[in-house]
């Protein structure tokens, strides 16, 4: 009879953790709310142990009274041994198990997820890391140089190569004491929710803020502190310079200016970090005119961020382990039977099906004179706009051709489209169980295996240029369709399944036209990728066919929106606008064993590179813009078929 005090004594702290640790994450805390008010502690107190308590009994017919004393229940031992009650005793003994049984399997469950949900911060980014914060709402209190100055102070931003760049990777202080802060002006009342922190981003220096306060303001002069109830908090900042760190306030503010001022930073470098700001916008009632607002997208399609295992839901009436195509994919299969198939081409390392959209009138089928043309996202895993876009792609492209959009009429009946959303399966799930803001600049880039799959096909480049140097093309060694060299067919040869897969794929369909969607800049390249002197890291590599390479390029830059945005400052340390947006990707930096090389040389299928924006991983609240910023360039691209 002892279970019920000690299940209950074990239950009341386990229903309170949630509601204190909880506490600093939940948005809807009020400034009334600190624990250390001895009321609220009292209120606090009694109420969480009771929604637990009720619920477990509920089902029970006659509950033991939680007001029995020592007495009774040392009685009602007494009574068991002698025989006089045992019938009784019995069934309340089993009662209690039952109640154990209800309580340790449901309960902890639920309050787990209801600590997760109230940690998990609800106001999306201000946008330091995708642009919308300009340059101008950035201000510190002093700067080491112009390169290091509060404008570089965004997460994720990376620096140049050389020491001393004028783009360097974070923002530094001009002086190592407790006075420095970098100021983010929201321009508008804003419901500060958390911060997130990252060191500089550098190959020379190690420099990051271990701790720091914030401060809010409405004007700029009076400031006031975060705090935990009545104390100042001093928030625990970052242990090395790449993983950012995410700390919620303990209670929303509403203000215009947030600061974030260092206290500690690591022992050998300086003031040096990259943030992103939290918070929900709010109206202004001193501002009579409307702020200015993203374009609201009028395709009605599902903006949000798809994971595998949500999407793989199997269909009514298949077993629960029987493999089916993605959520989405499926469900557009399903509106648009006559124009769409869902296909396989091939399994991650840990074993999650590649899946792709055929759009074509005659699915599953090649027609004579009918170009092949494909869209692939997700080579680096943790670079998922292109993933999303791709599936956005599938809904519109359904939608309209139901509705005899005859735009999307006339290239869905003139060309069969593959939309291959995720190459590397494995590693999006890596970046998407860390979240938008968390991931950083590299989780998930890589396989599970850890391989860079852009660099991973085979090396037909260094044959071709030695077969032209000894005048062997085109009468001994061709110059397009070159076979794979034997020794990466080698069951030992570090191939991904991911890359074999890709392989055996663009051998099956003869595509003529395809593009590999990144992200973390703005930027279209063309091959090739990999520079003619192998020693260089930059050089003007062309190909035979650079005219046609340098329009397809172009056809994408010049109609995306963000590209063509003439006062957007360069995402990192390259300012591409000076030549259009495009650029030869050998002289952007080499990659040896890139897919658009091997897509050139060994099928003589056309791609090109994509870098669709400044963020790897945007916020979901961003999909709608930016599918809006390259929605005609999507289009426009499958039509140069």
């Not at 970046?431 to 090396?459: C, P, V």
């Amino acid at each position: 009879m002892l279970a019920l005090p000690l299940l209950l004594l074990a239950l009341a702290p386990a229903a309170w953790v949630p509601g204190a640790h909880g506490a600093p994450a939940n948005a809807t805390l009020s400034p009334g709310s600190e624990r250390s008010s001895s009321s609220s502690r009292r209120r606090g107190v009694t109420a969480a142990p009771t929604a637990p308590s009720t619920s477990g009994r509920a089902g029970l017919e006659e509950p033991l009274p939680s007001s029995k004393s020592e007495g009774q229940r040392a009685r009602l031992a007494e009574e068991k041994e002698a025989g006089g009650e045992a019938r009784g005793t019995t069934k309340q003994s089993r009662r209690v198990k039952i109640v154990q049984k209800k309580v340790l399997k449901k309960k902890p469950k639920a309050s787990a997820q209801g600590a997760a949900s109230k940690r998990e911060p609800q106001c999306p980014p201000l946008g330091l890391e995708s642009l919308r914060v300009s340059d101008s709402q950035l201000r510190a209190s002093s700067i080491k140089r112009y390169g290091l100055g509060a404008h570089r102070g965004r997460l994720n931003i990376q620096s140049g190569i050389h020491d001393g760049d004028f783009y360097d990777g974070g923002w530094c202080s001009g002086h190592e004491d407790r006075n420095q802060w970098l100021e983010i002006d929201a321009r508008r009342p804003t419901r500060f929710t958390g911060v997130i922190t990252q060191g500089l981003n550098s190959i020379w220096t190690y420099d990051w803020v271990t701790s720091y306060k914030v401060q809010f303001s409405n004007d700029t002069h009076a400031w006031q502190p975060g705090r935990n109830g009545t104390e100042e908090v001093v928030f625990q900042g970052n242990k090395d310079p790449e993983t950012p760190v995410l700390n919620a306030l303990p209670t929303p503010v509403v203000a215009r200016y947030i600061r974030i001022n260092p206290q500690t930073w690591f022992e050998n470098g300086t003031i040096c970090l990259r943030a992103e700001i939290l918070g929900c916008p709010l109206p202004d009632p001193n501002n009579i005119y409307s702020w200015e607002r993203e374009p609201v997208p009028t395709d009605k399609l599902d903006f949000r961020h798809h994971d595998y295992k949500e999407m793989r839901k199997p269909q009514a009436g298949e077993a629960s382990r029987a493999p089916c195509p993605p959520q989405l994919m499926k469900k557009v299969n399903d509106e648009c039977p006559n124009i769409t198939r869902v296909y396989s081409i091939g399994k991650s390392y840990l074993g999650l099906k590649m899946y792709v959209m055929e759009i074509s009138d005659n699915p599953g089928q090649h027609e004579l004179g009918e170009p092949e043309f494909r869209y692939v996202a997700g080579m680096h895993g943790n670079e998922v706009l292109g993933r999303e876009l791709l599936l956005n792609l599938m809904e519109y492209l359904c939608r309209e051709f139901t509705r005899g959009n005859p735009r999307v009429v006339r290239l869905v009946s003139e060309t069969r489209i593959h939309l291959l959303p995720s190459m590397n399966p494995d590693g999006y799930e890596t970046a998407y169980k860390l979240g938008s803001e968390l991931s950083g600049w590299a989780m998930g880039r890589w396989t599970y295996e850890g391989i860079d799959l852009n660099h991973n096909f085979a090396d037909l480049n260094t044959a071709l240029w030695d077969a032209e140097d000894n005048e062997l093309v085109p009468h001994k060694f061709p110059n397009h369709y070159i076979p794979i060299p034997e020794y990466y067919t080698f069951a030992n040869a570090t191939v991904a399944p991911e890359t074999r897969a890709v392989i055996d794929w663009m051998q099956k369909y003869p595509f003529v036209l395809s593009a590999n969607l990144h992200g973390g800049e703005l930027v279209v390249t063309y091959p090739f990728d990999m520079t003619r002197t192998y020693w260089k890291a930059q050089e003007l590599t062309p190909t035979p066919d650079d005219p046609v390479f340098r329009w397809l390029a172009t056809v994408y830059a010049t109609t995306n929106l963000a590209m063509l945005e003439d006062e957007r400052r360069p995402c990192h340390y390259e300012d591409f606008t000076r030549e259009g947006n495009i650029i030869n990707g050998a002289n952007w930096h080499t990659v040896p064993g890139s897919m658009n090389d091997f897509s050139y040389l060994h099928t003589n299928c056309f791609e090109v590179t994509v870098e669709l924006s400044c963020d790897k991983f945007p916020h979901a609240s961003e999909l709608p813009a930016e599918w809006e910023n390259n929605k005609e360039s999507l289009l426009v691209f499958m039509e140069q078929t």
